[in-house]
């Protein structure tokens, strides 16, 4: 009997530290398969994983916006309208993720043409509501590291124009037209182009005018910059 008892309190003992070490483990286990680390993902669909989110039944364009969803929101492209680009010109142009312009190149040969015009497009990808979350973009073009123009506008949306008090007509331009040259080049070059932008969120509902205008009474929330993507131009040498 008392050799009984004995292995009847040493089997006891056994099964509580297995379902002890067991059962801790199966809770470990089940914890990490419900928070996966991404490792073995490629990068797309991590992208794709860390912004997706289940359908609520709330459009999240009404949801709080902050200045990183502003600059994740915006791309601006900075290109040569293909009516300007002559016929025996070559471009190279690559994408980044989510196929965005990442770098575009532009080779021309002689004869150079006279003038050059590129634009700069301020594309939004709509997940904001400007009307809401009002932004200024104040922008520079730079070539070669210095500035030789710059622009500004305040992101609306287009249905909202007429109930502005004092609309100014240039305020929510998206696109702009900037000149390479306006006299015919002589000697070959490469020259390297961008945009950098600064971007400014302003309390919800701000009057687009005053923002445009910056008269001092209104002041942004938060601030950030962005860059566009390079544009180089290349003139290449006689007879190549």
Same mark, same amino acid.
């Given at each position: ?21 067991? %059962? ?8 990490? /398969? ?5 490792? %073995? ?29 502003? !600059? ?10 293909? !009516? ?11 994408? %980044? ?7 575009? !190149? ?13 634009? &700069? ?13 009002? &932004? ?9 590291? $210095? ?6 506008? &305040? ?13 100014? !007509?240039?305020?929510?331009?998206? /696109?702009?037209?900037? $000149? ?61």
């Amino acid at each position: 009997m008392q050799k009984l008892n004995y292995m009847f309190f040493i089997t006891t003992i056994i099964l509580c530290l297995t379902f002890l070490f067991f %059962g801790t483990s199966c809770n470990s286990y089940f914890e990490n /398969k419900e928070k996966p680390d991404n490792k %073995g993902l490629l990068k797309e669909e991590q992208n794709f994983l860390s912004t997706y989110k289940p359908p609520s039944g709330v459009d999240n364009v009404s949801k709080n916006k902050n200045i990183g969803d502003v !600059e994740s929101d915006l791309q601006i492209l900075f290109n040569i309208p293909s !009516e300007n680009i002559p016929h025996n010109a070559k471009v190279h142009q690559e994408e %980044g993720a989510h196929g965005n312009i990442s770098r575009i !190149e532009v080779e021309i040969p002689y004869p150079y043409p006279e003038t050059m015009v590129a634009e &700069v497009n301020v594309i939004p990808y709509g997940r904001i509501n400007y009307a809401e979350y009002p &932004v200024r973009i104040d922008g520079k073009i730079i070539r070669d590291g $210095k500035v030789i123009d710059e622009f500004k506008t &305040v992101l609306i949306d287009g249905e909202n124009k007429d109930t502005l008090s004092n609309p100014i !007509e240039t305020m929510s331009r998206t /696109k702009f037209a900037i $000149k390479l040259w306006d006299t015919p080049p002589t000697e070959s070059s490469s020259t390297l182009w961008y945009v950098q932008a600064k971007l400014r969120l302003y309390p919800p509902f701000t009057e687009a005018s005053k923002i445009f205008t910056d008269d001092g009474t209104v002041k942004p929330l938060e601030e950030t910059e962005i860059l566009g993507n390079p544009l180089r131009i290349t003139l290449l040498k006689e007879g190549m």
